[in-house]
């Protein structure tokens, strides 16, 4: 069974600092791209960051360019997301999601983590 | 970037009836389209890749359709487990990876 549990979330005041991890179990994690994906409290879905799977490319969305930075270690089937210089916008749920076999759509999703960005 | 646009944004409907939701992108976008359910304090749950593909596990009563700039998801009957928020998600041009806003189905 495909598992993904993210941890790491939390309050956190503007300009600091986070990094959220993401234990995957159930599939062989080297083999499949892996995307962060957010959702503000009681708004839509956004695509954050994803990365190859032997993590030699990395991409994100521009409202998080020079502050977030995606990474993997695939020998303890883990995904990661450094987050710096924290802004009241980036208070969100942090969802892990891999990609399918093929294509960019997302395949199994983690349950979250709540990131809350406030003084 | 593709802009993913879903209406109607809240749709009523009864159980037992048929269920119509569009999405629509600002190019084309191929046959990269993808569709998620969301249920209130879930994580979204695939449904549709490739405009028309169910995914693993996804009842047949699901069906998406579509090419190009505009698509559709119908349920064609709706049962109580199905009233929830669905995403659609463009793959072809990115990135970004683009959502559309949402449709929420609830019981009319």
């Known amino acids: 069974e495909v598992q993904l549990v993210e941890s790491g979330g939390g309050l956190v005041q503007p300009g600091g600092s986070l990094r959220l991890s993401c234990a995957a179990s159930?599939?062989?994690?080297?083999?499949?791209?892996m995307s962060w994906v957010r959702q503000p409290p009681g708004k839509g879905l956004e695509w954050v960051a994803n990365i190859k799977p032997d993590g030699s490319a990395k991409y994100d969305v521009d409202s998080v360019k020079g502050r977030f930075t995606i990474s993997r270690d695939n020998a303890k089937n883990s995904l990661y997301l450094q987050m710096n210089s924290l802004r009241a916008e980036d208070t969100a749920v942090y969802y892990c999601?891999?990609?399918?076999?093929?294509?960019?759509?997302?395949?199994?999703w983690g349950q979250g983590t709540l990131v809350t960005v406030s003084s | 970037e593709i802009v993913m646009t879903q209406s109607p944004a809240t749709l009523s409907v009864s159980p037992g009836e048929r269920a119509t939701l569009s999405c629509r992108a600002s190019q084309s976008v191929s046959n990269n389209l993808a569709w998620y359910q969301q249920k209130p304090g879930q994580a979204p749950r695939l449904l549709i890749y490739?405009?028309?593909t169910r995914a693993t596990g996804i009842p047949a009563r699901f069906s998406g359709s579509g090419s190009g700039t505009e698509f559709t998801l119908t349920i064609s009957s709706l049962q109580s487990e199905d009233f929830a928020v669905y995403y659609c998600?463009?793959?072809?041009?990115?990135?970004?990876?683009?959502f559309g806003g949402g449709t929420k189905v609830e019981i009319k």
């Open positions: 998600q463009q793959y072809f041009n990115w990135p970004p990876l683009t």
């Open positions: 490739g405009a028309s």
């Open positions: 999601a891999r990609h399918g076999v093929g294509g960019y759509w997302t395949d199994y």
């Open positions: 159930g599939f062989t994690f080297s083999s499949h791209w």
